[in-house]
């Protein structure tokens, strides 16, 4: 049905700007433009308070289930940290629509609340979560514009998770995209994959972390401070 193959990632000398961070570790993004964390375990991510973080990957490869596990509702001193999660409001719409009716009718009215929503969080000047799936570059194009003029960084979470783990991601929750999505998808990640394995995070970003599916489980936290 659709390919099985993976991103070819890169396991050997990384560039410059990359690290490695030992295993349980606490990482500041902002202090280095690329972390690789693949094959690692029970780090923890902390930015500045205020800063936008784009949680990126395949559909499936358990961005959702990140954001919800290890991205808490407040920073210290009780700062609000908002979580802009296009599943969640996919479901709150579905819980309002007839059963009978079809997804695709009512999409373009989701997509319109998610990014009014995601406008409204921006705006809070609260710390933003967002749940991206990598292949609307506007939307980080969007963000960065936001950040610039608000001071605030722009910092890229990266799950680099094979295609085949993702379908089965997407059969488990039972809930998936066409093939011709998935694989514009692909496409779109294998380029934003590369780049960062480059050390370069995308334009308009102070930083980006990759990760695979056992680092991304074992995460202890991502917070702000």
């Known amino acids: 049905m659709h390919g099985q193959g993976t991103f070819a990632t890169t396991r050997g000398t990384l560039p410059a700007r990359q ?4 295993a349980g570790g606490t990482v500041r993004p902002d202090r280095r433009a690329v972390h690789d964390l693949r094959g690692g375990v029970g780090a923890e991510l902390r930015y500045p308070a205020r800063d936008l973080i784009i949680a990126s ?26 979580r802009v999660d296009s599943q969640h409001t996919r479901e709150a719409w579905e819980r309002r629509m007839p ?28 710390s ?19 950040a610039r003029r608000s001071g605030r960084g722009l910092h890229l979470v990266l799950l680099d998770v094979d295609p085949a783990v993702a379908l089965e991601g997407q059969a488990a929750r039972g809930r998936g995209v066409s093939g011709f999505a998935f694989g514009r998808h692909r496409r779109a990640m294998r380029r934003l994959v590369a780049r960062v ?14 990760l695979d599916r056992a680092t991304a489980s074992t995460l202890r936290g991502i917070s702000f401070e």
Request: a positive charge; proline letters at 9%; one cysteine or more.
């Open 57 to 82: 990957g395949l559909p499936g490869s358990g961005k959702s289930t990140l954001i919800n596990r290890v991205v808490p509702g407040a920073g210290p001193g009780g700062v609000a940290v908002v």
């Open 19 to 22: 690290e490695r961070t030992r």
């Open 197 to 210: 394995e480059g050390g370069q995070p995308p334009e308009g970003c102070a930083s980006a972390v990759l």
């Open 99 to 126: 059963r009978w009716l079809p997804y695709a009718v009512y999409r373009p009215l989701v997509r319109c609340a998610h990014y009014a929503g995601l406008r409204r969080a921006l705006a809070s000047g609260a």
């Open 128 to 146: 933003v979560v967002v749940h991206d799936c990598g292949s609307q570059p506007w939307v980080r194009r969007w963000l960065a514009r936001d």
